[in-house]
Every structure is written in structure tokens, then in C-alpha cells.
């Protein structure tokens, strides 16, 4: 199974992610904290990302390419994965596109999360909130600036993806303000009619 999970900051594509791995035995990579091991750990691809994720910009798309590239190489991602927060960008969409197809593979779906925008504002708030509160570090993009920042270029960058996945047939929109595990239901419920279609079509379920 390998498939994308689409959708703003703060929609629950970790937490769904998660779920996921356990019941498809696939890994989830997330390009976010790829990106955050690197910039922790000082490597050239961190320095160059610092800076512009504490902004809440998107980093450049052939830096995130080259990452994702050597990701799916990887054994434990034989099996399967879920891009979380990869692609965020249409050329990063065909770059993937590129990738899958010179090792013969190909997405089984992209499960779009929507969600309502004030809601985000509030989860990610809450979210801070609950860490601040425990004594966790932040991240460096948990504040309102970076928020606004990080939803901007989701719709102006990220959220013409839904269309150009629609276009291949390969979308399926779930309602993300239901219950955590409500929509855990709805994507299995989508994932199980994508798997094995050799030729989908575009499907909303909400
Ligand atoms: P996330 O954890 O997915 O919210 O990502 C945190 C930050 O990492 C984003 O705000 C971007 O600065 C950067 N980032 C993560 N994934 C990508 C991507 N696919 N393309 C560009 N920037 C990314």
C-alpha cells in the first residue's frame, strides 16, 4: 500500500498516519520531521531548512525531493509507506510521480483530510496549550505567525494537489472534523476499495 495523506497543518495526518502504519504494516514518512532530524542534527540539508520552516515557508522542492528519493529506497519501505506532508507542491507531485515509476510502482490513493480553517486555528492552539503544559519543547513553527504562514502556502501551493490527483482518479476525500477514530474508519473504508483497482476513479466520501 503506498499512499498520501493530504491536508492543512493541525488536520491529523500524524495522528491517522499512525493508525495506519499499525494496521498496513507500512511506514509513514514525514518529510516535517525528516527535515526537523536534520536541522537538530546540523546537517547541510538542516542548515539550509532552519530557518525557512521557523518562517513556516515551504523548503525548496529539490531539496525535499532529494530526501523523499533516498527514503522510499530504503528497505523498511518495501512494503509500503504513507507520505505525510510530502508532496506539497505540484512539481514535487511529478518528481514523485518519477520516482515511483523507474522502480515500477505506483500510489494506490491520496486521502484528502478536510477540514474547517478556525478548527485548525483552535487544534493547533490546544496543542500548544497541552505541551506547553507538560513541559515539551515546541516546535519552532508552533506559533501563530508560522501558522498563518504555513496555512498560506498550504493553499496556495499544497491544495491545488486535490485537483491534479482527482485528474488521475487517485483522490478520496475524507471529512476530517469527524472523531479520530471515525475517520480512522473512513479511510480504511476508501483504502479498501483502492486497493487492487488497477484503474480508479475519483471518489468523495464525507
Ligand atoms: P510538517 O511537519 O509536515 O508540518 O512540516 C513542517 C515544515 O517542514 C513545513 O512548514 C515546511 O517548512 C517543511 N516541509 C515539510 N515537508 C515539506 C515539503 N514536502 N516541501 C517543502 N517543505 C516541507
Do not use: C, W
Not at 507531485?93 to 480553517?117: H, P, Q, S, T, W
Request: hydrophobic share 45%; glycine share 8%; charged share 25%.
Amino acid at each position: 500500500m503506498r499512499l498520501i495523506l493530504l491536508g492543512p497543518p493541525g488536520a491529523g495526518k500524524g495522528t491517522q498516519a499512525q493508525h495506519l502504519v499499525k494496521s498496513y504494516a507500512i511506514v509513514q514518512l514525514s518529510t516535517g520531521d525528516m527535515l526537523r532530524a536534520a536541522v537538530k542534527a546540523g546537517t547541510p540539508v538542516g542548515l539550509k531548512a532552519k530557518d525557512i520552516m521557523a518562517r513556516g515557508d515551504l523548503v525548496p522542492d529539490e531539496v525535499v525531493v532529494a530526501i523523499v528519493a533516498d527514503r522510499i529506497s530504503e528497505p523498511d519501505a518495501a512494503n509500503g509507506f504513507i507520505l505525510d506532508g510530502f508532496p506539497r507542491t505540484v512539481p514535487q507531485a511529478e518528481a514523485l510521480e518519477r520516482m515511483l515509476a523507474e522502480k515500477g510502482l505506483a500510489l494506490d490513493a491520496v486521502v484528502e483530510l478536510k477540514v474547517d480553517e478556525k478548527a485548525l486555528l483552535h487544534r493547533v492552539e490546544t496543542r500548544v496549550r497541552e505541551m506547553t503544559a507538560r513541559g515539551e519543547a515546541l516546535r519552532a513553527d508552533d506559533n501563530a505567525d508560522a501558522l498563518k504562514t504555513r496555512l498560506e502556502a498550504y493553499r496556495s501551493q499544497t491544495a491545488p494537489l486535490a485537483a491534479y490527483y482527482q485528474g488521475k482518479g487517485k483522490l478520496r476525500t475524507i471529512d476530517g472534523m469527524a472523531p479520530i477514530a471515525d475517520v480512522g474508519k473512513a479511510i480504511d473504508a476508501v483504502l479498501k476499495t483502492a486497493a487492487g483497482e488497477s484503474r480508479s476513479t475519483s471518489a468523495a466520501v464525507r
